[in-house]
């Protein structure tokens, strides 16, 4: 491997305008390609094999006339200083309001009066009026939009309390992306860390087309393949992430190369050879972590997977070839001022003889091993405790901030109308028969409305044909709450016993019945999908180390980080501790999504850091060096490099944290509590510690498993004897290690 990524090094720095023609001349393919495409994604949500996506299927079919997909809105108005909506003036601004919003859009199909559906609270304070549209809310236009604000706002000069929600409303106005953010405090990051706007450069570039790339293909795709509009969202986070550290990781060892007395053209060819290597295998890892997504069987998932793990393999072919090119246009410039100057001077030490701060972290470690251990392994459990109260939901307009006209209809509603009343439950009976479906639905509606958590049921609705009825069912409680998803489960409790005795179908379906779904489905997935990638990651670190107990260690280390992690949201997001500190107005359950992907997306860069670190440290031991002293020098010329990896992914991921939407904030800072817990307590903190503990054992490789592996030169042990610095200085030659390479 070493040898074959060292050719491609050379040839790319020899060739460095026709690779990076190359490159351009396909980022423009792509996205001229994205130009010419619809690029509209779907932003709906499916649960294949679901009762509440079967029940909404059969509703489509059943009743083709309600359009399931298209856009809706709810408005809902208060009468001021406790008068009655009732009153004669009221009700004429209330018919006003009606026409305005009537005429905003010619995309509307309808608008009930709350007066004739009865959508009047008890006390005649408050009232709903639903607004239906022809089309999807991707078809509405911006003036679309605005008109229905403005009769909104119309409403409001003339004393009443009007908010509206739903699908129609135009979405928030966003601030600076947040991949913005993250650009701007890598690229503080690296020119403080290199010194050099040249290196501090190559990685962002790079990134930039790499991500270019992927999401230019993505928007190709997306009408084509039915992606969702958070697909590209997600390969974007991680194109940048990855991107980032594998180019930092080659220009980094490029400097080291450098200051050994290599030449440019060697120097970029040995770093592509050596940190190029584990760069792929550090993908490879990535790449099974997010295709892994598919075992889910949710199609959103899928998608977002496998287009996370295509971001992830441009990523790395960026970087094995590019990389190299970019480093022949700046081959001095890349080296950082201080380090021309200073030409026999290793780059990883620092002025005045002052050793780095990575080898003295480690020297720390290796004098008090098992404390260091003990210590570091029970903060992350006790930090992980709180993981045993995880519950998962989906966001709706109640974890809305308090500020939106969402959250206030929201408020507005369960203080009217109860709070069962923003998370109504559908009940679908059918049956061939028109009078079984007619049988069924009324025994089932007498055998519902008795249960204690029902506030109201309305009687069935039949469709035309008479085979299919819907019932309205609204729960006590709150859609999130622990006691509606205890009635939706009693309610389909006695919907399987009527198709069992009665023959006709019965299904539960619904915003909040999806909700209760979906976090079953992520529930009884995430602990097979962690134990899949993790395996699959030990048996590709097992070919990178040659080492059980290492592979066996990474697995097990990122299990507590992210253990810890969820904990650490647990405990804020749910329970509330620290709330105010970042901004959140309100707890509740944790998004369905946030464990699934924050497993996968942490795995793939915690995999970076052990590939990256442990590989620069075995590559001491098979060249002689004593275990201990291995540790020491991996992290001289590897811990700088790693915290700076690490400390560029926190900061891209912190920068969610200052999103106005909860679910938003709780993965901004999921992810960058993550990254702190496994960069900066397992792999610097508790990998040495059991390096150390171990010494020589932790690179024992069982002789049957040794014969079994093929050979791949990761530390490039054959670069050392193909090459020597242009200074001329000797090699050191390699030790004989039977069974370790």
Known sequence: MATFLHRIGRGAFERRWLVLLLWVVLLGAVGAAAANSSGSTNASITLPGTEAQKAFDLLGNKFPAADAEGATARVVIRAPNGEKLTSSARQTEITQLLKDVQGSSPRIAQVTDPFRTQAISADRSTGYAQVTYKGKATDLTDGDRDHLDKALDDARDRGLTVEASGSAL???EPGMSSEAIGFVLAALILVITFGSLAAAGMPLLTAVIGVGITTSAITALAAALDLNSSTAALASMLGIAVGIDYALFIVSRY??????????????ARANGTAGSAVVFAGLTVIVALAGLTIVELPILTAMGLAAAGAVTIAVLVAVTLVPALLALAPER?????ARKQHNAPATHAVDGK?????????????????????????????????????LGLPDDGSQPTSTTQRKAYDMLAESFGPGFNGPLTLVVSDDDPAAARTAATGLGDRIKDMKAVATITPAAFNP????????????????????????HDIREVTHDQARTGGAEALVTGTTALNIDVSAKFT???????????GLAFLILIFVFRSILVPLKAALGFLLSVLASFGAVVAVFQWGWLKDLFALEATGPIMSLMPILTVGIVFGLAMDYQVFLVTRIREAYVHGAEPRKAITEGFKHSGRVVT?????????????????????????????????????????????????????????LPKWVDKILP???????????????????????????????
């Open 644 to 700: 700076v990896a690490a400390l560029i992914m926190v900061s891209v991921f912190a920068g969610f944290i200052g999103s106005g939407e909860a679910m938003i904030k709780a993965l901004g800072f999921g992810l960058a509590v993550a990254v702190v817990f496994d960069a900066f307590v397992v792999r610097m903190t508790i990998v040495p510690a059991v390096l150390a503990l171990f010494g020589r054992r932790a690179w024992h």
């Open 170 to 172: 135009a979405p928030a």
């Open 334 to 338: 890349a080296r950082g001022r201080a």
């Open 711 to 741: 050979h791949v030169d990761i530390e490039g042990e054959k670069l050392d004897r193909r090459s020597a610095p242009a200074d001329g200085s000797e090699q050191p030659k390699e030790p004989a290690r039977s069974g370790r390479h």
């Open 255 to 268: 400097r080291s190369e450098r200051s050994e007395g290599h030449d440019a053209r060697e120097a970029a």
């Open 524 to 534: 009884s997935a995430i602990f097979p999908y962690m134990a899949l990638v993790v």
């Open 465 to 488: 044909d008479g085979d299919t009825a819907i019932i309205s069912v609204v729960p006590k409680s709150a859609p999130s709450s622990d006691a509606t998803r205890t009635l939706v």
């Open 355 to 391: 050793r780095p701060l990575g080898e003295r972290w480690a020297d720390f470690i290796l004098r008090r091993p098992l404390k260091v251990l003990v210590v570091a392994v029970l903060g992350l459990a006790v930090v992980a405790l709180p993981v045993t109260e995880l519950k």
